[in-house]
């Protein structure tokens, strides 16, 4: 055998005995701290607030009557003091519709298109930069956003529809009673400098009413139906979750039973009213009476005003009312 | 250009349209797309039916599309159109197919055991005749878009994330993927052996070209006996010799190897040259078709068909289950199609025959209520296309009322505000009819610690509820749910009621 090949052969296994050894050290998991059962806290993901600098004072409540819902919505925000308060130019901004269900939205159980498009109509005026529309609905999505008309409506207005997907979804920081950490629809809620929620007005079987509030269900992902346990006190956290710039309730139709999916024509009522704010809990309080029911006996309400989170008793906020057109 | 250049521009095309049609069989894609056309042009599938309903149902009509061009030129079906024999021949090209001409000869005689695919026919018609359709699990077409559904596409779902949404599983796919994985590699060892030993659709178009006018004809005096034209033959019909008819799929491999010209395609050559029938024994079929009829006799009267067992859950629109078994040809494309992966192909739920037919699996999705896609897309009326109304009924199908799948019941040991006095009513909330079937009573008890409290515990109302299942798909008692659908109402058989209506 000649030097050269054996210093070859030697080499060569020499460098594959080292190389092996090497990648095994370098991941040698020594107090095996990897394999710990239960889920890791690492990489939370924490949500900034929403709201427009500015806006804690002034106008806080609008109230616009009407059967138009473009209208209503342009005459709730002038009574807001217009939506360039809200959206500077070049936002990333995100729409929250409530599209849980794959059912049209004269059924009641969803926001309605017409309402969602007016305020993204106003938001590309004010120069937003990007729309997004996100959910998470309980039925399947795609029906969701084809047959509640939201796909429609990004397409009308150029908004972007973030889907759900299993990797849009990070475990984040709430720090509520009930929701310590959850893993929330993060995609949208990173890329986006405000936060607009539109909810319908809607009966609730477990919590009474499904509102400005309950609408935020719909950025969690996760097992969120063991929040039903705790339903009050796990709204409440939602309202906690998200700050948002400013919150829409259409209550131009109501669901006034078979909430929240409703099924029925005859589940739906007129309720020719709109109601903005930026304060949740107050728009919430609004959509109560809406619904003939009492806010005051509301519990997630009345823990979120014990909260510091809003204001469940309207009516001592600076609020105004009008007809639109 | 070549014509068998022609022939493989074809075949790609086929494979194409096939792979589209199966990607686009999907809510959001459809707009009206023929999805099941290859199904409707399947002439086994036309066939099988129409032995077990007496009926040739819609789009099977097509078939004559097939069977008219079959009758005049035998196979070209299996060398010109079918994408999964297209697909075996891909595969043994891939495999090199021997690269010695010698070993490309020897792969491509005719071997005895090419016999069992008419004796697996017989088997099948055997079966038809007492109503009981099984050429499903081997036809060409059913097995390969039951393999892109339960095993292909599961896999680009959750590779690329962007099929569904939330991505769907399949509940089989290990084993269709596995039965693909071994028919393909078959291919590897002998090219298209799936297609001449196992194909019940080729051993039809093998009995229906006995009729066909032109053939392949050997000039025997130009013929010098070099076998070449043996090296491609895709069918394996021995066209150095007798050109067995059944076998050839007008593959025109031959007519193209042959250096001297010997071989042509002729309108009605001289029939000394070739073998009319399928080389297959006739009292062994005979003896399949006798297999085929016991064993599906035995399994229908073992399966109680008329029974409605808890687990065996059809989609909305799926006749009585004796009259479903005559039609499903386990194709899946209701499968394929479901919005919420609640249908999954059937292992033992609906016993040996119902292998692989739709069965809803309220774990896994729940019946999407304004959906009735899985009727839209089945080929054969197993499952009945309904409108939405009809469905639900309301407009004019007020009177006979909804369609229901099964009943819910509540597991009231596992039910958090019945056993463990803890809120929930999750089922409540979602229940999609109006009123809603599941209703709550406010009622009080004391817990443990001897407090009062108050808790609203569900009911079901049997008169109500459709079956959906999405109580079941959303209770937070994920593993087994506290409520869970059962067939029991299901209004596709009079005897599966449950109320006195």
Redesign the interface.
């Known amino acids: 055998m000649d030097r050269r090949r054996f210093l070859g052969e030697l080499g060569r296994t020499g460098a594959a005995l080292l190389g092996i050894s090497a990648a095994a050290v370098a991941r040698h998991d020594r107090h095996g701290t990897s394999a710990r059962p239960g889920q890791p806290e690492a990489g939370l993901v924490h949500l900034h607030s929403f709201r427009a600098p500015g806006t804690d004072s002034g106008p806080q409540l609008a109230i616009a009557h009407g059967a138009d819902p473009a209208r209503m919505v342009a005459t709730a925000l002038g009574m807001l003091g217009g939506i360039e308060r809200f959206v500077r130019p070049g936002d990333v901004v995100l729409l929250k519709p409530n599209a849980a269900f794959d059912r049209p939205a004269a059924l009641g159980a969803t926001t309605r298109p017409e309402t969602l498009l007016a305020v993204a109509t106003h938001c590309r005026r004010a120069g937003a930069a990007q729309l997004l529309i996100a959910e998470n609905p309980i039925n399947h999505p795609e029906g969701c956003f084809a047959r509640t008309g939201i796909q429609a409506v990004a397409a009308a207005c150029g908004a972007r529809l973030v889907w759900p997907r299993p990797n849009a979804f990070t475990r984040a920081h709430i720090g509520g009673e009930v929701l310590s950490t959850w893993p929330v629809f993060s995609e949208p809620l990173q890329r986006a400098d405000k936060v607009i929620g539109i909810a319908p007005c809607k009966d609730h079987n477990l919590c009474s009413v499904s509102l400005c509030m309950k609408n935020w269900y719909g950025l969690l992902g996760g097992r969120r139906n063991q929040l039903h346990q705790q339903i009050h006190r796990a709204i409440a956290d939602l309202a906690q979750m998200i700050q948002p710039t400013l919150v829409f309730l259409d209550g131009t139709r109501l669901l006034v039973r078979n909430g929240p999916t409703g099924g029925s024509l005859a589940d739906v009522a007129a309720g020719d009213t709109l109601v903005a704010g930026t304060d949740m809990v107050a728009v919430d309080a609004v959509g109560c009476e809406l619904l003939g029911r009492d806010p005051g006996r509301l519990e997630y309400l009345q823990r979120a005003t014990t909260r510091g989170l809003g204001n469940a008793r309207w009516r001592e906020s600076s609020w105004r009312e009008e007809w639109a057109g | 250009m070549r014509i068998t250049v022609t022939r493989i521009i074809c075949q790609s095309f086929f494979v194409g349209l096939a792979v589209f049609l199966a990607a686009v069989t999907q809510?959001?894609y459809l707009r009206g797309y023929p999805v099941s056309l290859f199904l409707q042009l399947d002439p086994l599938v036309a066939l099988a039916t129409a032995a077990t309903t007496h009926r040739v149902y819609r789009g099977l009509i097509w078939a004559l599309a097939i069977i008219a061009p079959g009758l005049l030129l035998g196979r070209f079906f299996c060398g010109w159109i079918c994408p999964f024999g297209a697909l075996q021949q891909f595969v043994a090209w891939l495999g090199g197919g021997g690269r010695r001409t010698a070993e490309r000869i020897r792969r491509n005689l005719p071997r005895p055991q090419f016999a069992t695919k008419y004796y697996l026919l017989a088997g099948m018609a055997g079966a038809a005749l007492v109503g009981s359709l099984q050429v499903g699990l081997l036809d060409p077409l059913c097995t390969l878009f039951r393999s892109f559904t339960l095993a292909v596409l599961p896999l680009a779902d959750s590779a690329s994330?962007h099929l569904?949404?939330?991505?769907h599983v399949q509940q089989s796919a290990w084993l269709v993927g596995a039965l693909l994985f071994f028919v393909l590699s078959l291919s590897l060892a002998f090219p298209r052996h799936f297609c001449r030993a196992w194909c019940p659709l080729g051993a039809l178009l093998g009995l229906l070209a006995r009729f066909s006018l032109w053939r392949i004809h050997r000039d025997p005096d130009a013929c010098v006996h070099c076998d070449l034209c043996v090296a491609n033959c895709q069918g394996a019909a021995d066209p150095h010799a007798r050109l067995r008819k059944a076998e050839c799929f007008l593959c025109m491999e031959c007519v193209q190897r042959c250096p001297h010209g010997a071989l042509s395609l002729r309108f009605l050559p001289e029939p000394d040259g070739e073998v009319t029938y399928p080389q297959a024994d006739g009292r062994r079929a005979a003896l399949a078709a006798l297999a085929g009829l016991l064993l599906a006799g035995w399994t229908r009267r073992s399966a109680h068909v008329d029974d409605p067992r808890p687990a065996l859950i059809r989609p909305p629109g799926a006749l009585a289950e004796s009259a479903f078994l005559e039609r499903c040809i386990k194709c899946e494309q209701c499968v394929r199609v479901c919005?919420?992966n609640v249908l999954q192909p059937a292992l033992s739920e609906a016993g040996l025959e119902g292998l692989w037919t739709p069965v809803l699996k309220m774990r896994v999705?729940y019946c999407?209520?304004?959906?009735t896609l899985c009727g839209q897309v089945c080929p054969t009326g197993a499952i009945a296309p309904l409108s939405v109304a009809q469905k639900l009924g309301t407009g004019p199908y007020a009177e006979q009322g909804p369609v229901r799948t099964g009943t819910a019941f509540y597991d009231r040991g596992r039910c958090?505000p019945w056993a463990m006095d803890?809120?929930?009513?999750?089922c409540?909330?979602?229940?999609?009819?109006?009123?809603?079937a599941i209703y709550?009573r406010r009622e009080q008890t004391v817990n443990r610690r001897g407090e009062p409290v108050w808790l609203?515990r569900p009911y079901v109302d049997p008169d109500r509820c459709i079956g959906c299942g999405?109580c079941q798909h959303?209770?937070?008692v994920?593993d087994r749910a506290a409520i869970r659908v059962t067939a029991i109402g299901e209004t596709r058989s009079p005897g599966s009621g449950l109320l006195l209506r």
Do not use: A, M, W, Y
């Open positions: 809510f959001g994330g569904h949404v939330r991505p919005p919420t999705g999407e209520l304004n959906c958090l803890t809120p929930c009513v999750v409540e909330e979602v229940c999609p009819t109006s009123p809603k709550t609203q999405i959303e209770c937070p994920k």
